[in-house]
């Protein structure tokens, strides 16, 4: 088969002759129709998110089931399915008190495993979620950044009435967007410097988008939400972004640290704004028990999560995608591989 294999930091050999994985009785061989590229795998392809090299990379993706290993039942050939690519044990001390997404044996397809940057994923059945057969798998490919955002917003606790910023326009800024819209907010703004990305929010319904960069930002800001936002996520994964969030919120407002950062990044706050505000500061660590609420919403079209995809690459031209100086300006940007009417005859 074919497989971008990251051997080492800013390196993809892309291979012909990768070997199909083998089936353990509890897996499921699934031929991957598109995968993401997720923030997270553009750190580790840069060396700033350690992982075990070599290694297939790639955590956000969807595909249609060719083998099923023995004793298997509930899903057949050819079903249509996304991958949830955290992997939890369920007998650690952390699993068995609900805490899933800190299990001690934590495995994530792409990261710890070998992932989704390849013809054929061997994937557990416990992390297979069924599609109907009518199924865009290009917009199923959205379950793990959705399921990860609605985590996020558990975080947030967003009330009727209440005024909502995402900081940071990229795919997880706009998903929080629309799911902010989606929780009754009176107001959603967004704060990007990225015009192409301001127009986006504002085509997906946010009430404002604000460049954080131009001279009246805070002013304009203030003024819309009387003062400041009840509710800042922040999306980037930025020093900067995230130091932003303690001006942006009101007093008595909640701020959710979603984006993943360099590794070793600091962030600087003033304690007695924090103090006079009493701002509540939550993170947001994978997608525990929200995957399923994902695959529903993108079942019944909630989200109209197609218009998210800036561009689709060959996984032949993967080190393109990553390397590519366009790349701030893209929302989502996924990896695919032809379809082989001959698939039958390799596994």
């Known amino acids: 088969m074919i497989a971008a294999v990251l051997n080492k930091i800013k390196n993809f050999e892309v291979r012909e002759d990768y070997p199909i994985p083998k089936l353990e009785k509890d897996d499921v061989l699934v031929q991957v129709a598109y995968c993401g ?19 297939v990379t790639g955590h956000e993706y969807s595909g249609t089931i060719v083998d099923i290993g023995a ?13 949830n690519p955290n992997i939890h044990c369920g007998y650690c001390r952390m699993c068995k008190v609900g805490k899933i997404q800190f299990c001690l044996n934590h495995k994530a397809l792409g990261v710890t495993e070998n992932g989704g940057f390849a013809e054929f994923s061997a994937v557990p059945v416990s992390q ?3 599609l109907s057969a009518d199924t865009d798998l290009s917009v199923a490919a959205f379950a793990e950044p959705l399921s990860c955002c609605l985590r996020g917003m558990e975080h947030a606790k967003i009330k009727h009435g209440e005024s909502v910023v995402i900081v940071g326009g990229g795919s997880i800024g706009q998903i929080m967007l629309q ?21 986006l929010a504002l085509e997906l319904g946010a009430d404002l988008s604000l460049d954080p960069f ?4 805070l002013n304009q800001f203030y003024n819309f939400t009387n003062g400041g936002a009840d509710v800042v996520i922040e999306c980037v994964g930025k020093k900067e972004a995230v130091e932003l969030t303690v001006d942006l919120a009101a007093k008595g407002g909640r701020v959710v640290i979603f984006g993943l950062t360099h590794k070793n990044e600091k962030a600087t706050f003033d304690l007695n704004k924090l103090f006079n505000k009493e701002i509540q500061i939550n993170n947001s660590f994978l997608n525990p028990f929200t995957f399923q609420q994902a695959i529903d919403l993108i079942s019944e079209n909630k989200l109209p999560l197609s218009i998210l995809i800036s561009k689709q690459t060959e996984i032949s031209s993967i080190s393109d995608a990553f390397d590519s100086s ?13 379809p082989r009417s001959d698939y039958e005859t390799k596994i």
């Not at 590229?37 to 290694?55: A, H, Q, R, S």
């Not at 989606?182 to 704060?191: F, Q, R």
């Open 37 to 55: 590229i997720c923030g997270t795998d553009k750190l580790i392809y840069d060396g700033n998110f350690e992982v075990k090299m070599p290694i």
């Open 128 to 130: 297979l979620y069924g």
């Open 179 to 199: 799911l902010a819209k989606n929780s009754a907010a009176s107001k959603v703004l967004l704060v990007e410097p990225i015009e192409s990305k301001r127009r």
């Open 326 to 338: 366009e790349n701030s300006f893209l929302i989502k940007q996924q990896i695919f591989t032809k």
């Open 71 to 83: 004793g298997l039942g509930g899903f057949r050939i050819d079903d249509k399915v996304a991958v």
């Open 214 to 217: 131009e001279d009246k930002f």
